[in-house]
């Protein structure tokens, strides 16, 4: 990833907005479309999520959903998603 990214929040805060059935970009997280990209990819790879498929030049999120991993991932943090819920600026947040 190009900036610094709290990788741990990033994971969180991707997959909260998930569980909300949010239609989540690059843009809500302030992340470069290839870090996005790259960083999704992983996460369905290790079992968080379901529904991306990429292109050569896109990225599809159809019917992105959590799995079992990215669900327990929430249970174990849910400290952390209680501060996620009360944020008005989600940028600054994944940058700390």
């Known amino acids: 990833m190009s900036k610094k ?8 805060a991707i997959l909260k ?3 909300k059935g949010s239609q989540i ?20 790879k290790d079992g968080y999520v379901d529904g991306v498929h990429s292109t ?10 959590l799995r079992p991993d990215g669900e327990k991932y929430l249970e174990e ?5 209680k501060a996620y819920n009360g944020l008005k600026e989600i940028r600054s947040w994944i940058l700390g």
């Open 25 to 44: 970009n690059n843009g809500m997280f302030d992340v470069p479309k290839d870090d996005f990209r790259s960083f999704l990819e992983n996460m369905e």
């Open 77 to 81: 943090n849910s400290s952390l998603a």
């Open 5 to 12: 990214y709290n990788t741990k929040r990033l994971r969180l």
């Open 17 to 19: 907005e998930v569980e």
């Open 56 to 65: 050569k030049d896109r990225l599809i999120l159809s019917e992105l959903r």
